[in-house]
């Protein structure tokens, strides 16, 4: 006789088996600041006229499999150069994939900076590249020498460094980026998820750099549930990154509302101008807790750190208020929690739940 019979899930290659899922929280009855969200709606005419446009959607036809409307709006919104070319995805993490399946071939190496944002090493993992992180700087800075030391050890196909980063949410050194974006013999992709947060940007920088490619969501400007992401750059890269999207991959009702909303280009720059405020009072209120580190922020979160920070996490949980326990993550994360930055009332909420959760 032969072997035992292979079991079905051992058709699955182990890397992918050992892998732990991106896990998204139930969060029924809790006040959400776990996800980075936009916590305001659009307004009532707007939301009216977007049902009106719904009601009248093609639902029984495919999407313009390329997108023209829409990325002629947001060539406009979001001031893409002229010259440049964009690949849609259904949110970040899809272009994200579609890079590393673009570059993955044996031995190609994706590299990042750490701790960052979680999916461009599981990405990697599922393309089947080897992912190389560089780790911050103890004050979530970049190393730059030991990153131009790395780029020349491990000869990188595709970089990423998130601009603000996530979790920490820093704006790194542009002189050094643009190191690294030169010394790269790969592709060096900018993620600007919070670029409506920062004031800054390498988007009018494309010019200067044929490797570079600038990645945006809509998701935190208040689109979240869109799914909606944008891939920026040369057309000598990006013409070939677009034979790997699926066709159709951005469906009729997130082009349609996508394109009308971003006509209203206001209501979004006047919804993050009151985040940011909002990010101002939380971080001095957060720094004014006894036992609280918090950390400055360009994005619409704050990192803060305090002793028995699980502890904590689920003391907040039992009070209904649902952030992020990022202690255990990573070495810099340790007794870290990161909140999203919600409307002033959920910010007095939260701080509440926070002040109780310390004095237990």
């Known amino acids: 006789m032969s072997g035992a019979t292979p079991k079905p899930e ?25 996800a980075m969200e936009n916590p305001y709606r659009l307004p009532a005419e707007l939301t009216s006229e977007i049902a009106a446009r719904v009601a009248a959607a093609p639902l029984n036809r495919y999407p313009d499999a390329s997108g023209r409307e829409l990325k002629a709006q947001l060539t406009t919104t979001m001031g893409i150069p002229t010259g440049m070319q964009i690949v849609l995805g259904n949110g970040s993490d899809e272009l994200i994939q ?8 044996p031995g190609a190496v994706m590299m990042g900076l750490e701790p960052s944002f979680v999916m461009f090493s599981m990405i990697a993992k599922f393309a089947g590249m080897q992912y190389v992180g560089v780790p911050l700087n103890a004050d979530f800075t970049i ?28 704006l790194f050194d542009a002189d050094i980026i643009a190191r690294v974006i030169a010394a790269a013999p790969g592709l060096v992709v900018v993620d600007e998820a919070y670029h409506a947060f920062a004031g800054a940007s390498f988007m009018p920088r494309l010019g200067e750099f044929p490797n570079l490619l600038v990645m945006r969501t809509l998701s935190k400007l208040g689109l979240a549930g869109l799914r909606l992401g944008l891939l920026v750059g040369h057309g000598a890269v990006l013409d070939h990154v677009d034979k790997v999207r699926l066709p159709y991959n951005v469906n009729v009702l997130t082009q349609m509302v996508a394109s009308l909303v971003l006509r209203h280009g206001d209501v979004l720059q006047g919804q993050a101008q009151a985040i940011v405020s909002e990010r101002a009072s939380l971080l001095s209120r957060l720094r004014g807790m006894a036992g609280v580190k918090a950390h400055a922020s360009e994005a619409n979160f704050i990192l803060f750190s305090v002793t028995g920070a699980g502890a904590v996490y689920n003391r907040l949980k039992q009070r209904a208020v649902l952030i992020k326990n990022l202690d255990g993550a990573h070495p810099l994360l ?4 990161r909140v999203t930055v919600g409307t002033p009332v959920e910010n007095a909420q939260f701080l509440d739940a926070l002040a109780a959760s310390l004095a237990e």
Do not use: W
Not at 14 to 31: C, F, H, N, T, W
């Open 10 to 34: 051992e058709a699955i290659r182990p890397e992918i088996r050992s892998l732990k899922g991106y896990q998204v929280p139930d969060a029924s009855g809790m006040l959400k600041l776990d």
């Open 98 to 105: 579609m890079l590393a399946l673009a570059v993955a071939r």
């Open 143 to 170: 190393d730059g020498e030991a990153m131009l030391a790395a780029i020349e050890r491990h000869k990188p196909a595709l970089i990423f460094i998130a601009y603000p980063n996530n979790p920490t949410g820093n």
């Open 334 to 337: 340790a007794g870290c929690l």
